[in-house]
């Protein structure tokens, strides 16, 4: 689903695939893979991606379902986990948004793997 929300994203800005690949910084062919869901684009690709693309890894995650609707949807724990992260005066800004992206990239990550079934492998 996040590679087809890319593709719309970038047809919608009138780019070539080839245009976004070399904007972002990735081969053409790792590109191809993104859109088509075969691969799952690490969190700088995807923040690169987003920003070539005028808009947000968040917002595009979101949009491709990942990144939960509303609180009543995520339970406590999550969170709870968050808010701990967005308040931590220890960190900067750069690295409370640096762990923002890994916990929700890894979330991510495992609801594409339970949702094409592949299981067993960490």
């Given amino acids: 689903m996040l590679g087809a929300i890319i593709r719309r994203q970038r047809e919608l800005a009138s780019l ?8 972002v910084g990735i081969s053409n062919p ?3 893979q993104i859109e088509r869901g075969l691969r799952a ?25 990942f990144v939960e609707a509303s609180d009543q949807d995520a339970s406590e724990s999550p969170s709870r986990l968050l808010a701990e992260i967005q308040a931590a005066q220890e960190l900067t800004g750069a690295q409370r948004r640096a762990l923002l992206e890994v916990y929700r990239s890894f979330v991510d990550a495992n609801a594409v ?10």
Avoid at 16 to 23: I, V
């Fill in 113 to 122: 793997r339970r949702s094409r079934g592949a299981g067993g492998h960490q």
């Fill in 30 to 32: 790792y590109l191809s």
């Fill in 16 to 23: 070539s695939m080839r245009q976004l690949s070399a904007s």
């Fill in 41 to 65: 684009p690490s969190d700088a690709v995807l923040t690169s991606i987003a920003a070539s693309l005028h808009t947000t890894a968040d917002q595009l995650y979101s949009d491709a379902g």
